[in-house]
């Protein structure tokens, strides 16, 4: 692996890392470059026991050879903690850093071919809850999750450090809007179930006693929750009993309580 000390956080060669506290900026500068940040030694181990494949590495000394079997021939940038911090704008704690290659997302059909449980994620704009949701996912047992078109970026550095790198362990892909969306997911047999605070919606324990053998679940958006379309296109509305006067729970992990219940 070619290994390229820098004391320069200015250097161009470092550009991949740059400003990372800038979401909106990364959120465009990712997928229209092909690449997503991938951080520390556990989470990029995952990536490439994903198959992906990392374009340079950004790390301190100390953790050179943590990285040594997983660089292949891309460029290792070892820095300092202070330049490493001028270059991302935050303190790089878990010690490296991978400009990773984004892999071509599968179409929806073959995501959820075989897929007995599904989470779907509609227009969930913070990273931390879609990370969150992806590990939920991971560790709950669902197949597969589709987002989609106006969701957070799974691959963003926040979301996959919060799903402790299971963005790469779960498949997935993006949905297409509803009135496209809805027909791929009933041609693979699957029954969407759309969790939203509704009148006469079905409790989630009484769903899950009559359980359709193949579901998708339907998790929408922090403040609003799901849109109509996709209310409309739901072919049950579940809701979660609560208590103590708390109408809802985070969608993350109203994700978890219902995978659960469904695993």
Request: proline content about 5%; glycine content about 6%.
């Amino acid at each position: 692996m070619p290994v390229i000390r820098i004391d320069d956080a200015t250097d161009p060669r470092l550009s991949d890392y740059r400003d990372l506290t800038d979401v909106a900026l990364r959120r465009v500068l990712e997928p229209a470059g092909g690449l997503y940040i991938a951080e520390s030694a556990k989470v990029i181990s995952r990536a490439h026991a994903a198959g992906h494949r990392a374009r340079s590495f950004l790390v301190q000394e100390k953790w050179l050879p943590d990285v040594a079997d997983l660089a292949g021939d891309a460029t290792v940038f070892v820095v300092s903690d202070e330049v490493a911090e001028q270059v991302t704008g935050y303190a790089v704690h878990r010690g490296a850093l991978a400009a990773m290659h984004r892999p071509v997302t599968a179409p929806v059909s073959e995501i959820v071919a075989d897929a007995r449980l599904v989470l779907v994620l509609e227009d969930i704009v913070d990273h931390t809850n879609v990370g969150a949701a992806f590990r939920a996912a991971a560790g709950l047992g669902a197949d597969a999750v589709l987002v989609s078109e106006r969701c957070a970026d799974p691959l963003y550095r926040r979301s996959v450090r919060v799903s402790m790198g299971t963005v790469f362990q779960v498949p997935w892909t993006r949905l297409p809007a509803w009135p496209e969306a809805a027909p791929l997911l009933h041609e693979a047999g699957l029954h969407l179930a759309a969790l939203a605070l509704a009148d006469g919606g079905v409790p989630l324990d009484e769903f899950a006693a009559a359980r359709p053998d193949r579901v998708a679940l339907l998790m929408g958006t922090e403040g609003d929750g799901l849109s109509r379309r996709a209310l409309a296109v739901a072919d049950t509305v579940v809701t979660i009993p609560m208590a103590g006067g708390v109408d809802s729970l985070n969608v993350a992990a109203a994700a978890a309580v219902s995978l659960w219940a469904l695993r």
